[in-house]
């Protein structure tokens, strides 16, 4: 059973801009995901409407078996109320490009805030999960510094740490080394690279192909705003079938 | 100057420097509060309470302070049956009109925090009302520190205008020595109180911005 459902969803930002253009994808539990594309294609678009920071104008979504939207026959969109499309997100959890920290918390704040005010746990049970995740982001010294504290990298390892704070069934990745230097994009790869492992189902956008060949289970290549060609990452890289990414491709690569 | 003559006016300038600090302290402890919600209303998605919200921050902002003085003194009794003594019609005005300020100053504060922060709280499942509270607005704080800082220094210096209502503030008392001794020396040394108001002023909002600003961070992304 795929844990998250997209059907033919579609996304118009005015009159004439398709950013989202029919697109379906379904996720598996355990996969990870990479998206890849050129800039505008739709890849951020798909994921902040999987987290509802978007509201699609036609399609499906489902997550874990509940529906974050749907559109009936006569092409009404039709979402539930707020506070169930709440309880529905909180099994998605976001990672931006710019990170995105609460700078007047401290790092162990930042990850605790959500458990505790949404998900009503004590402060002391966040607080020690809290330090778990810190620990595996490996940032448990800095628990007590604040985000301007840190480095790009640093910050990017404590937003996965208070992504997964919430216990999500799904994780999404907006580009999260593009705003860091190249020597240190590396401290990030090897956090969600350590998560795919840990079996951690994931939709990752990227454009480190080294990333997503050596660490995606699955390749979804788009282009405006549609999915042109997904499989595997060694298929997809080594024999890439539509003329758009054999061209993508070669971009990277001259 | 004597200062013989000095020490005969120096009580009804301390008594109008009393008055000067209830207008100024009652004027805070309402007008402060009041422009919250009011800033809130004036960036409400509910367009009634919006439009509320700008047309009373455009009329108390968009007329002179002394006009609106003089209309709560006259109008309000006129047109209501509400009877205010002439230090409370004062302090009524002032609160309406530095709350305007106030609001536009919150308002700034809290749309100038970075888009990001709303997504970030809306992705990990917080309502629009938490999302306010608990990230927009503490972050907000520190951002309007200065301006809010700026205003109330102001306030101060805005009190005497209730002297045309003759409210028996510092300004008041001032005008009324001079006026008895023609001597101008009231004047000198309500200048000098003035002063030094604005002075504790300055230092403890330079006190505040110093507190608040340990955690803003240097780069905005
Ligand atoms: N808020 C918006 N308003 C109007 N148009 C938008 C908005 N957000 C995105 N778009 C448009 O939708 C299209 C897809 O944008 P999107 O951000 O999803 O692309 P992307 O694949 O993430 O690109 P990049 O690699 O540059 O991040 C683009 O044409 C973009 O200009
Ligand atoms: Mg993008």
Redesign the pocket.
């Known amino acids: 059973m795929a844990i998250l459902e997209i059907k033919q969803v579609k996304k118009r ?2 009159h004439d ?1 398709d ?1 989202l253009d029919d697109v379906s994808l379904s996720v598996a539990e355990g996969e990870a995901v990479a998206i890849i ?10 994921l902040r409407s999987v987290n509802n920071l978007e509201r699609v104008s036609g399609g499906e979504i489902v997550i874990d078996g509940d529906v974050l939207v749907h559109t009936d026959e006569s092409g009404n969109v039709q979402y539930p109320p707020d506070r169930e499309i709440r309880r529905i997100c909180t099994k998605t959890s976001m990672v931006f490009q710019h990170f995105n920290l609460f700078p007047h918390l401290s790092c162990l704040e930042n990850v605790t805030l959500a458990p505790v005010k949404i998900l009503k746990k004590s402060k002391e049970e966040s607080a020690a999960k809290a330090r778990e995740l810190l620990e595996i982001v490996g940032l448990s010294q800095k628990a007590d510094s604040y985000p301007d504290q840190l480095s790009g990298g640093q910050k990017q390892r404590i937003a996965i740490a208070r992504a997964l704070a919430m216990d999500p069934q799904i994780m999404l990745f ?2 999260p080394t593009s705003a860091l230097d190249p020597e240190i994009t590396n401290e990030v790869t090897r956090v969600i690279e350590d998560l795919v492992r840990r079996r951690m189902t994931m939709l990752i ?1 990227t ?1 480190d192909m080294r990333f997503a060949r050596d660490a995606a289970s699955r390749v979804v290549f ?1 282009d405006s ?1 549609r999915i042109v060609e997904q499989g595997p990452p060694k298929q997809l890289f080594e024999h890439p079938e539509s003329e758009r990414l054999q061209e993508f491709i070669r971009s990277y690569q001259g | 100057m004597e200062l013989d003559y000095i020490m005969g006016i120096m009580p009804a300038l301390i008594d109008g420097t009393k008055e000067t600090l209830k207008i100024f302290c009652f004027t805070l402890l309402f007008a402060l509060p009041l422009a919250l919600p009011i800033s809130m209303s004036a960036i409400s998605r509910f367009w009634p309470l919006k439009a509320l919200a700008k047309i009373y921050i455009w009329v108390f902002r968009g007329t002179p302070l002394m006009l609106q003085i003089f209309f709560f003194f006259y109008c309000l009794p006129m047109l209501t049956p509400i009877k205010l003594d002439r230090l409370s019609t004062a302090i009524f005005t002032f609160v309406l009109n530095y709350a305007a300020y106030f609001a536009e100053i919150y308002r700034g504060g809290i749309e100038s925090i970075d888009r990001g922060q709303r997504e970030a709280a809306k992705s990990l499942g917080f309502s629009r009302w938490q999302t306010m509270y608990l990230i927009i607005i503490p972050q907000a704080v520190r951002r309007v520190i200065p301006p809010v800082s700026n205003e109330v220094i102001t306030l101060i210096k805005d009190t005497a205008l209730v002297y045309v209502i003759g409210v028996p503030e510092l300004m008041k008392a001032a005008k009324d020595a001079n006026n008895r001794d023609v001597d101008p020396t009231a004047y000198f040394i309500a200048a000098l109180i003035y002063l030094a108001l604005t002075f504790i002023l300055t230092m403890i909002s330079r006190q505040l911005e110093r507190r608040y600003s340990r955690h803003e961070r240097k780069d905005a992304v």
């Open positions: 930002f005015g801009v950013a594309g050129s800039s505008g294609s739709g890849k951020s678009t798909l907006d580009e956008v454009h788009m705003g």
